[in-house]
């Protein structure tokens, strides 16, 4: 059993950055990749950001150049770097982690771009 913890979320203003985290408990040698998810109302959750156990990452074109994934090991821990946040970054955040048979997910944080 994993259990997840998102944090950083919150409003930022276009242009701003944002650093969200996630912490991983439990059975930490069964995870693989982790990563970050995040929906809107009214539309279906779209992969953000994905990193491998190796440290692999791959990104939606949406954010590709702005947003950074990391994962240190150490500190059982993954990471969104969000920079250059658009309006259209507006979303709830999720954090999984997956295993073979089953991806955890994270209760999520909110993240609002407005000016």
């Known amino acids: 059993q994993v259990q997840l913890e998102e944090s950083g979320g919150g409003l930022v203003q276009p242009g701003g950055s944002l650093n969200l985290s996630c912490a991983a408990s439990?059975?930490?040698?069964?995870?693989?990749?982790m990563g970050w998810h995040r929906q809107a109302p009214g539309k279906r959750r779209e992969l953000v950001a994905h990193?491998?156990?190796?440290?692999?990452?791959n990104y939606a074109d949406s954010v590709k150049g702005r947003f950074t994934i990391s994962r240190d090991n150490a500190k059982n821990t993954v990471y969104l770097q969000m920079n250059s946040l658009k309006p259209e970054d507006t979303a709830f955040y999720y954090c999984?982690?997956?295993?073979?048979?089953?991806?955890?997910w994270g209760q999520g944080t909110q993240v609002t771009v407005s000016s």
């Open positions: 439990g059975s930490l040698f069964s995870i693989a990749g």
């Open positions: 999984n982690a997956e295993t073979f048979y089953t991806t955890y």
């Open positions: 990193i491998t156990s190796g440290g692999r990452t």
